[in-house]
């Protein structure tokens, strides 16, 4: 089975929630609109900026049906499918194939963890069959669940076994394993790379052609940027813009990341998608006049994604 290969950049969105942490599906239409005008080109849902593992099952549905219905033409989306209990995994995958997603993806269980290859193929290969004709990809990121398990052996224990085996959505530091998975087979994955902090190195090293990316929805024309001044070969520019998203990086890094401090950012920048749900710990309107001033000083508000 061989699928289409994404070339450019994908963002895992935060979900809308409400000021009781009540999933709020009516930012999701604008949320798309915007990501699209600032060059990105699909959403990977209810990942780990989306909280996924946080919310229900129905909810998580809900969810997938409203990006869908929405996306403009051509916009992808990817829907994480990852739980700890595979029958709610399998649903989700299936339910992703009958509202006509463009794909599904899946993180290892951060419970129980898969401590061998064989555990976590078998994981990927339950939920992959839910959907057996949207492209899979498995979402390694194992600082989140601690499954630390090399991907090259899984790639090549996977390969053939699961039909619709799309690629990898990495989110790891290794490059030298990165580029590895990118040459298996004569480059048959397709490998999706998830740090923002070095998207430039992964173009460089490993060839990278799409990605997924946390901070998208407030830095993609950053980023997408980065991507089209080094197939430009305008390599110091390129290498100019992954420093300023560095910059950017660094001030979320201070108030608890992406998921808690990007959210917030974009309520500064006209989109305001609630609170995160426990246990992270909110912003608090002091913290936001810090963070807000932090990024005026890099310029951010002219450089960030416009609505």
């Not at 580029?179 to 480059?187: A, E, F, T, V």
């Not at 430039?200 to 991507?227: D, E, F, Q």
């Not at 992406?258 to 002091?286: A, S």
Request: proline content about 4%.
């Amino acid at each position: 089975m061989t699928f289409e290969k994404i070339n450019g950049l994908i963002v895992a969105p935060f979900t809308p929630f409400d000021k009781k942490g009540e999933v709020n599906l009516d930012p999701i239409d604008q949320y798309a609109k915007l990501l699209q005008k600032n060059g990105l080109i699909g959403v990977f849902i209810n990942g780990s900026s989306g909280e996924g593992y946080m919310m229900t099952v129905e909810e998580r549905m809900k969810i997938a049906e409203k990006w869908v219905s929405v996306a403009p033409k051509g916009f992808k989306v990817i829907v994480h499918c990852g739980a700890t209990c595979i029958k709610d995994s399998y649903k989700m995958a299936q339910h992703a194939q009958e509202i006509g997603a463009f794909g599904i993806g899946a993180m290892a269980s951060p419970f129980p963890k898969a401590g061998r290859v064989e555990e976590l193929v078998k994981y990927c290969e339950e939920i992959a069959c839910g959907a057996s004709n949207l492209p899979f990809y498995f979402y390694h990121i194992p600082v989140l669940n601690g499954v630390y398990l090399p991907m090259l052996p899984f790639l090549k224990a996977a390969d053939g076994r699961i039909p619709n085996l799309a690629g990898i959505k990495y989110t790891y530091e290794p490059l030298y394993e990165y580029n590895q998975c990118m040459l298996y087979n004569n480059g048959k994955y397709d490998m999706l790379y998830g740090l923002d902090e070095t998207i430039l190195n992964a173009l460089v090293m490993g060839g990278a052609r799409g990605g997924i990316s946390g901070t998208g929805s407030y830095i993609g024309k950053v980023l997408v940027g980065i991507i089209d001044e080094y197939h430009k070969g305008n390599i110091a520019k390129a290498a100019e813009l992954q420093n300023y998203a560095q910059d950017v990086i660094n001030v979320i890094a201070k108030y608890r990341g992406n998921i808690v401090c990007g959210k917030r950012i974009m309520k500064l920048l006209g989109l305001d998608l609630g609170i995160n749900r426990t246990p992270f710990q909110n912003i608090t309107d002091e913290e936001e006049a810090v963070i807000k001033k932090e990024l005026e000083s890099i310029d951010f508000f002219n450089k960030c994604n416009q609505m």
